[in-house]
Nanobody, 120 residues
Framework: QVHLVESGGGLVQPGGSLRLSCAAS????????MNWYRQASGKERELVAV????????NYADSVKGRFTISRDNAKNTVYLQMNSLKPEDTAVYYC?????????????WGQGTQVTVSS
């Protein structure tokens, strides 16, 4: 059973930093790309960052490029999102996600989310 658990959210002042973690279990973590999404109140969920399963470059939304860094530790089955120079518009619930092929098609798995609030 696939299980994704995010942690590390909280309240931070503008310009500050946070590191989110997502602990994965129930699947061969190293074989799958991992994604971070976010959803601000009243807005649609948006893709923030993607890290491939193997060698290759991560990709970022334009809104976070140069400020956020996604990384993974396959030995710990964990993906991270380092967020620097945070802005009030980064306030959202952040979700960890992965996609898997099943017999009936692609299935998307989500964590429960962690709240990030950027405010003075």
């Amino acid at each position: 059973q696939v299980h994704l658990v995010e942690s590390g959210g909280g309240l931070v002042q503008p310009g500050g930093s946070l590191r989110l973690s997502c602990a994965a279990s129930g699947f061969t973590f190293s074989s799958y790309a991992m994604n971070w999404y976010r959803q601000a109140s009243g807005k649609e969920r948006e893709l923030v960052a993607v890290i491939p399963s193997a060698a290759g470059s991560a990709n970022y939304a334009d809104s976070v490029k140069g400020r956020f860094t996604i990384s993974r530790d396959n030995a710990k089955n964990t993906v991270y999102l380092q967020m620097n120079s945070l802005k009030p518009e980064d306030t959202a619930v952040y979700y960890c996600n992965t996609l898997m092929a099943t017999m009936t098609g692609l299935k998307s798995y989500w964590g429960q989310g962690t709240q990030v609030t950027v405010s003075s």
